[in-house]
């Protein structure tokens, strides 16, 4: 098969794949069923988690070993593989379109993208907690006029990558990330209303 198509295959399945377990998780276990919100967002954040190691080891690091694409912040112009931050944001975007059954994203207080900020005063606060203590902050937020479950996990630069490419990144506002710092939080928002 064609190459750059196999990529795209790994890639759609990957996507697809996470969307589903996703749905499964959204439509299952609500809150209502009985099942805490922290126990739903620690699932979530298992399956987040493995889905983005697995992309990262074994498709953006073997591709560009192999030389057959690499991964770029402008992937779509470029046909290349979008950066693991961006192919967790997009899964997240395609999920739930309609009905967003619960959210995540990657936040920092010092990102490269500015809308990966935290969006309000709070947020920000309990980020900071995240990084100074390098736990889960919990916590119940409104956002449009629905009450959520929001936890916050330590986000680690487990890889030098990870150090080597933010610290050299011209829209960085941090230069000097050193392995196993905490480099932002994985916000997972889980409806309970
Ligand atoms: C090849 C470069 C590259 C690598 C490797 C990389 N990142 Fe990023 N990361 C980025 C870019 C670019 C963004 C902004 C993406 C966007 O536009 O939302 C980002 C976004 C993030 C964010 C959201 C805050 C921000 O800076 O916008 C976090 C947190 C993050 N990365 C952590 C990590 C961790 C942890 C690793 C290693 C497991 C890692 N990154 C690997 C380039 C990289």
Redesign the pocket.
Known sequence: MNKPYAVVGVVAALVVGGGIVGWFLGAHMRPTTGIPPRTVADYLHAVIEAD??FY?QHV?ERMEAMLIVT???RWREEQALP????FL?EASRNLGLEQRPFRY????L????????PESERERHDLEQVVKYGEVVENTTHIDGRLYFRAIYP?????R??????NA?E??PKRDFKLNDI????EILIPLS
Do not use: F, Y
Request: proline share 7%; aromatic share 2%.
């Open positions: 983005r190691t990262t953006v991964a770029s912040e950066l693991p931050a961006q944001q994203r990657l936040i920092s010092w990102p490269i993208n500015p809308k990966n900020a986000d680690r630069a487990v890889s990558a990870c150090i080597s490419c933010h990144h829209r960085s480099m932002g939080g994985l």
